[in-house]
């Protein structure tokens, strides 16, 4: 037996990883609480992204982080015609209620992002057609569950946030190879 406290020092570490995973969270829905309109939300998404260069963000993993944010903030704003029917969605209220509850219950921006998206199987074929008059609601629309981000993106954001925990190559690598 040891005098250092190997299960207390993992527990610290536990606790300042859930608190880093929740951060940028709670960073969205204070940095959403002035986004309104579609123009906010293109501004808001600008300054996201600007702030994910400037910070040293992969490419790949910018593009996943953007439709992350996209995402949360079409529903926060009720903006999004898809969304809003799939969650039935009738003012902005109706979004930030929505978005605050499931953050509540969600481990990250991540988690938040999926608990949002409409399910393909679950959609109404009828309804999923659109109104042909309503090209720019159609165009904005929120993407299916289907058209998620391509593995290689997934593997590029997996790679960088095992960097950011200080994982090494060789450490990655060792475990893709054991999976």
Known sequence: MTNIDNRGAGAIVAEAQIKSDLAPMAAMIKGLADVKTKEDIAEFI??????LIAGGKPESS???MISRARRIAKTWTAT????NDWHG???????QKLV???AKDCGGLTELYEKLAPKAAETDPA?????ATDSETEASSEPLASEAPALRH???????KAHDA?????????FIANI
């Open 100 to 102: 605050k509850a499931l």
């Open 154 to 160: 997934l593997y590029s954001e997996f790679v960088q």
């Open 80 to 83: 999004d015609k898809k969304l």
């Open 127 to 131: 309804t999923d057609q659109g109104d």
């Open 62 to 64: 910018v593009k996943v």
């Open 166 to 174: 200080g994982y090494t190559n060789d450490e990655i690598k060792e």
């Open 89 to 95: 969605l009738k003012s902005p209220a109706d979004g």
């Open 46 to 51: 600008g300054g996201y992204e600007g702030g």
